[in-house]
Antibody
């Protein structure tokens, strides 16, 4: 059974760096073809793909946010991470992590999401 | 960026057939996927690679299209289908459409 769960600070101030953790079970990011991605959704708005990290440590970023994003993983603890620098009120959103697999290129399992508010 | 355009909202009566469209700004082959999101929940995969039904999804849902024009069809629509539907492409980076909110009359 595949599950994912996001965790984060809840609230932070403008210009700070956001650190998010995705803890998952039911698969391993050291297994060939596995991928974890991050997606966010502002209140009442659409979904925005942020980044993917693959089993072989390949990383892909949304070009419009690339200079602010860093994705990483800890395979021994079944976790993936996302850092976003220089947070702004416009980054207030629910952040999801989700699983994908090589050759599928879609997200088949999603976490419940974690709300992040940027406010002074 | 490959931009995906969806109609913002649709309203249909239970038992009817509804088609939700997604148009890509450039060709995405068949790498188009559809998700359903109900209020307060995470998205759920419905259709992958344009026309393949995800595991556990009712056969009332179907997908079609290739290149730049894709359609998610629900037939017949049930009350539980009230949700927002998103398309996502994975041919040129990964992007999502703005979503179509389906309401039942």
């Amino acid at each position: 059974q595949v599950t994912l769960k996001e965790s984060g600070p809840g609230i932070l101030q403008p210009s700070q760096t956001l650190s998010l953790t995705c803890s998952f079970s039911g698969f391993s990011l050291s297994t060939y073809g596995m991928c974890v991605g991050w997606i966010r959704q502002s209140s009442g708005k659409g979904l925005e793909w942020l980044a993917n990290i693959w089993w072989n440590d390949d990383k892909y970023y949304n070009p419009s946010l690339k200079n602010r994003l860093t994705i990483s993983k800890d395979t021994s603890n079944n976790q993936a991470f996302l850092k976003i620098t220089n947070m702004d009120t416009a980054d207030t959103a629910t952040y999801y992590c989700a699983r994908s697999t090589l050759g599928s290129d879609y997200f088949d399992y999603w976490g419940q999401g974690v709300m992040v508010t940027v406010s002074s | 960026d490959t931009v995906l355009t969806q109609s913002p909202a649709l309203a249909v009566s239970p038992g009817e057939r509804v088609s939700i469209s997604c148009r890509a700004s450039e060709g995405v082959n068949s790498y188009m996927h559809w998700y359903q999101q109900k209020p307060g929940q995470q998205p759920k995969l419905l259709i992958y690679k344009a026309s393949n039904l995800a595991s556990g999804v009712p056969a009332r849902f179907s997908g079609s299209g290739s290149g730049t024009d894709f359609t998610l069809t629900i037939d017949p629509v049930e009350a539980d289908d009230t949700a927002t539907y998103f398309c996502q492409q994975s041919w040129n980076d990964w992007t999502f459409g703005g979503g179509t909110k389906l309401e039942l009359k």
